[in-house]
């Protein structure tokens, strides 16, 4: 991406970020035009291209700033924790929390960035990475003390457990009624997850 | 669907399946035209949509039809294994195993087919529910027998195993190198599942 730190940072980035969010969420990626994003982000049609390539660059940038919160609200959140398995079951909590709290960039990242196929093959997200590396440090640091076995693989169980967080966030952004709470759901996981990476 | 069994059972119905999962995987959904999937299955044009209405039921068609092929290969499976832990491992596996034989479809199901915007938020998915039921029933099993704790609630569960299971198939779909064998991730996700649901 073309755009520099200092744009990134700006007023003018995060309200576009935000209507293209709503514009996206509401419309789909695939019906929604680059005029309707800079109409919901009052702002000429022009001035989005001062800070985005094109609408693919837009939904990059979606992810990107989304991974850049939750990234950042995760760490926070470690920083209070007691040892890996406080970590685990935190991480677990918050991530199913910033789903529902933010209902149309759940449905960005879940639905409409799939849609892309320009990001699902030739995107390397690395800040998807490095957001699942906050899964797999915790679990090394567990085997690291001894609370976790030895011989699971932190790089395959990393996935898994994003994977079985991520299903149950879908199942919420798709279904109008939400079944089960975020307590039920993240008391389910953890008890599972815990029990089962324990030595 | 409009479509009749007789038609579904048919070979010329399969033939168009199949050819609509390569032409799919190849170009994309949204690349793919109705008469790329005619020229691949070698008919005419006219002859596709004899069987189908248009491209996206081509595409919830091919859903379907693995549906029904994942659920045989399953329970076929599970009449041969001993009891719910064996069953579970040998579900987990077989997921696994069915993605790496069947790399077309599996692109479609993984990508192409969240690329339906159609799909992901009308299509009811009766199919899809009936596999996760496979994994519900498995739990329900082994919590009467005594083997699988009481309190998990198998219909959180059952879709956070599909969850961890199918985001392992999707990494293996977008990664070109395969970092990890079938047989590595079935033994990480069997250790992590099994020990965690274990009473």
């Avoid at 307590?183 to 008890?191: F, G, M, N, R």
């Amino acid at each position: 991406m073309a755009i520099n730190a200092e744009k990134i940072g700006s007023e003018k980035y995060q309200k576009i970020i935000q209507a293209a969010t709503k514009v996206f969420a509401e419309k789909g990626f695939y019906n929604s035009k680059v005029s309707d994003v800079a109409k919901e982000a009052q702002v000429a049609d022009g001035t989005i291209y001062l800070y985005f390539k094109n609408k693919d660059d837009l939904l990059i940038s979606i992810f990107e700033d989304s991974m850049d919160h939750f990234t950042a609200s995760v760490q926070e959140e470690m920083s209070e924790a007691h040892g890996p398995v406080d970590r685990l079951r935190r991480f677990i909590r918050l991530h199913l929390e910033l789903v529902r709290e933010h209902p149309d960039t759940a449905q960005v990242l879940q639905i409409e960035l799939r849609q892309s196929s320009k990001f699902m093959k030739e995107y390397a997200a690395t800040k998807f990475r490095d957001y699942l590396d906050i899964i797999s440090k915790i679990l090394e640091e567990g085997q690291g003390l001894g609370h976790f076995k030895k011989d699971i693989n932190p790089q395959i169980v990393k996935r898994a457990i994003f994977g079985a967080i991520d299903e149950m966030a879908l199942e919420w952004v798709l279904m109008k009624k939400k079944k089960y709470s975020v307590d039920e759901v993240a008391q389910q996981l953890c008890t599972m997850f815990i029990d089962g990476l324990a030595a």
